[in-house]
């Protein structure tokens, strides 16, 4: 529906099945139209058969204006925010990356003209990742989620990892008991809920309070003072206004449930922000993400105050 | 006497005719200044929808077609339910489309008409300065008109309504 109708034919004549797994569209103007998924990238050529790049079909400037106006809904004007950060989400939680001609003002980026390249990132929103080892993520001895670190290279499903975890805490898992806790959840890029219009797309549970497109620190401080919640989970912290705004809501005795880019803790020491958050002893749990199994493997999970190991997959 | 009553009732009919129709012109006159009085009311609250509630444009069209009367309530509605059912490829086309099928059943004149399907042009398809601009611009234009409109109904009112009671008169000496 998000796609324009041209795209939309040819997927709708290709026999292949291309709609199982996919993970992106890719329309470049008058590059190759290009599919992601299990099956490797795909070029289709008008027919919808998988063809060598040179006889694809080559969207058209009319292509990514009727693919801009269906996802911005006819609206561009009201997504101007979204539109500077280089992605729009589409309900289902599905985000479309944009490229183009940045317009700058003062430096800094006030708009995207002559867009030239749309990505239509589908979202998976895969349940259960979290689930086996939320035990290992809660201080049973005080009832409350412990203060989690997730850590990956990017690309090994720390998002969606932070989404189910999210989901487990909200709802509580009784056969384990873990109650439910109150949620809140700041999704500056939209990555986590996938919202639209305000409303999640994604499952985050049923006790999860969603602040969309909002500054990490400014949410943070937001959700602190007006939602009350028992544990705020963020994306992707890092930079010293990040420090200040954890270190805040651990103060106030708020759980934190973050993410950061990094493939071991000795990395993450490195890094001089998380490396002072680690040193102060902040977070009480670091679960480490990769590909040994696949996307996503939780490779490790531990305590980095005393490197206790709460799990690891045998053999390692 | 059969004869009498029959021409009676004839010029009677003859004068009803053409006081009707000598207050129907009458009465365009005035309601075309209403459509256009309407139609600048809705381009306020369309700032509103785009400019502070950030609506995106169906949702935004369907918001102010609650707000204003008929016929204007009918040519946002009417764009709405094109929007959403995604024939037009651009908000520009479902614009028109609206003005076109809710346009004959209005008092606006060609010119008027065009001056509103003129407010399509780049619908949706700009940054909000731009879509307030756009906006500002058919305000102006559309001021314009309901001023000439003001005129023509205080010049050609009455003058309709007397032509028409008149011409009525006249005719029935002539028949008589």
């Known amino acids: 529906m998000f796609l324009p109708p041209a795209i939309r034919e040819i997927m709708a004549r290709s026999t292949l099945p291309l709609w199982t797994g996919l993970e992106e569209i890719r329309l470049r103007l008058n590059r190759p139209l290009a599919l992601h998924g299990p099956l490797g990238a795909l070029f289709l050529n008008p027919e919808g058969q998988s063809v060598p790049a040179e006889r694809a079909y080559r969207p058209t400037r009319e292509d990514l204006t009727r693919a801009l106006a269906l996802i911005s809904n006819f609206s561009i004007y009201a997504f101007e925010q979204e539109l500077r950060s280089g992605y729009l989400t589409i309900p289902g939680g599905h985000r479309v990356g944009l490229c183009g001609r940045a317009v700058l003002e003062e430096g800094k980026v006030t708009a995207l003209t002559d867009i030239s390249g749309l990505n239509y990132r589908i979202a998976q929103g895969i349940e259960g990742v979290a689930l086996p080892y939320v035990e290992q993520l809660v201080i049973f001895s005080e009832l409350r989620p412990a203060n989690t670190l997730v850590v990956s290279p990017p690309g090994c499903g720390k998002t969606t990892f932070l989404r189910d975890l999210a989901r487990c805490l909200s709802d509580g898992v009784p056969g384990r008991g873990i109650p439910g806790f109150k949620v809140a959840i700041v999704d500056e890029r939209s990555e986590i809920a996938g919202c639209f219009q305000g409303l999640p797309q994604l499952r985050v549970g049923n006790r999860t309070d969603v602040l969309d497109a909002c500054p990490k620190v400014e949410g943070m401080m937001m959700l602190l003072r007006s939602m009350a919640p028992q544990v705020i989970v963020t994306d992707e912290i890092g930079s010293p206004e990040d420090v200040l705004a954890v270190r805040e809501v651990i103060r106030a005795g708020v759980s934190l449930v973050a993410s950061a880019h990094g493939s071991n803790l000795a990395r993450l020491e490195e890094r001089p922000q998380l490396g002072m958050l680690l040193m102060e002893k902040v977070f009480e749990r670091v679960v480490l993400l990769g590909r040994s199994q696949g996307v996503g493997t939780v490779e490790k999970i531990f305590d980095p105050r005393n490197r206790e190991v709460f799990y690891q997959p045998a053999g390692d | ?176």
């Open chain 2, 1 to 176: 006497m059969a004869i009498l009553i029959f021409k009676l009732g004839g010029a009677l009919c003859v004068m009803i005719a053409a006081i009707g129709l000598g207050e129907s012109k009458a009465s365009t006159l005035g309601r075309r200044v209403h459509h256009l009085q309407l139609f600048q009311q809705s381009l306020g609250l369309l700032v509103t929808e785009i400019s502070y509630a950030h609506s995106i444009l169906p949702l935004a069209f369907q918001r102010v077609s609650r707000q204003v009367a008929s016929p204007v309530k009918e040519l946002y509605s009417r764009a709405a339910e094109r929007l959403i059912a995604g024939h037009d490829s651009c908000a520009r086309l479902a614009w028109e489309g609206a003005v076109r099928q809710v346009g004959t059943r209005t008092c606006y004149t060609e010119g008027d008409l065009e001056v509103i399907k003129a407010l399509g042009v780049s619908l949706g398809e700009s940054r909000k300065e731009g879509q307030l601009t756009q906006i500002e611009l058919t305000a102006k234009r559309l001021e314009f008109l309901l001023h000439e409109a003001q005129g023509d109904r205080t010049r050609n009112e009455r003058m309709w309504r007397y032509l028409g009671l008149l011409g009525g008169a006249a005719l029935v000496i002539l028949l008589l």
